[in-house]
């Protein structure tokens, strides 16, 4: 079954640190989705792509976030600086056009 | 209306029982939905797809009505496996590409 590769699974880091977290499409999937989940706020779009180009980031708190589709085997979603509400399980999704998408095992972030 | 509103549950049904959950949407635009599924620490899978009237895949069924604007899902002969937490899922302003999740639906299914 082809999947959604997401890195890393797991990560914990200080609040003012720089996070990374990486995705791997599904091949030939032209959009991708990064959404955020969290008890209180459910699952959040984030940013999303459609044939790399960012469509829509407003999701997204653009003093400490940033997204981007280097080519089409990789979207990263950057944090710089973190802060502990960032504190959270980050998934990616991808699909083709509209016909549902496939996500991500997630990255769980806790920033302490 | 919020985009997208679920009731929150949680459901609690034995197994065998016919459950059915309620989902409201707010953007008359919107034309096709979904429902997806999510276990425990898991990320979410697609579960069903409603484009028109309504779905049936095995013992879920799907229904849309657009009128009163709001999607269901059934689980007929509900078994253990069920027990997750179902996600509707609704386009933003019309668009296939921007989907809206709802808060999600918890089942447990007893035995």
């Known amino acids: 079954d082809a999947r959604v590769t997401q890195t890393p699974r797991d990560k914990v880091t200080e609040m003012g640190q720089e996070v990374t977290m990486r995705c791997q499409p599904i091949?030939?999937?032209?959009?991708v989705f990064w959404y955020r989940q969290t008890m209180m706020q459910g699952l959040e779009l984030l940013a999303y792509f459609r044939n790399r180009a960012p469509l829509d980031d407003s999701g997204m708190p653009k003093d400490r976030f940033s997204a981007e589709m280097p080519d089409a085997t990789l979207a990263t979603l950057k944090i710089q600086p973190s802060e502990p509400r960032d504190s959270a399980v980050y998934f990616c999704?991808?699909?083709?056009?509209?016909?549902?998408?496939?996500f991500g095992s997630g990255t769980r972030l806790t920033v302490v | 209306r919020k985009e997208v509103e679920q009731d929150p549950g949680p459901f609690n049904v034995p197994e065998g029982a016919t459950v059915a959950f309620n989902c409201t949407y707010s953007?008359?635009?919107?034309?096709?939905f979904f429902w997806y599924r999510q276990d425990c620490r898991k990320e979410p899978k697609l579960l069903m797809s409603?484009?028109?009237s309504g779905n049936e895949d095995g013992r879920f069924t799907a229904q849309l009505n657009r009128a009163s604007q709001y999607i269901s899902l059934l689980i007929r002969d509900s078994k253990l496996s069920d027990s997750a937490t179902y996600l509707c899922?609704?386009?933003?302003?019309?668009?296939?590409?921007?989907?809206?999740f709802g808060k999600g639906t918890k089942l447990s299914v007893k035995p």
């Open positions: 953007n008359s635009a919107s034309q096709s």
């Open positions: 409603v484009y028109s």
């Open positions: 091949l030939g999937h032209n959009t």
């Open positions: 999704a991808s699909g083709l056009d509209s016909y549902g998408y496939t």
């Open positions: 899922v609704v386009p933003r302003g019309g668009s296939q590409g921007n989907l809206i």
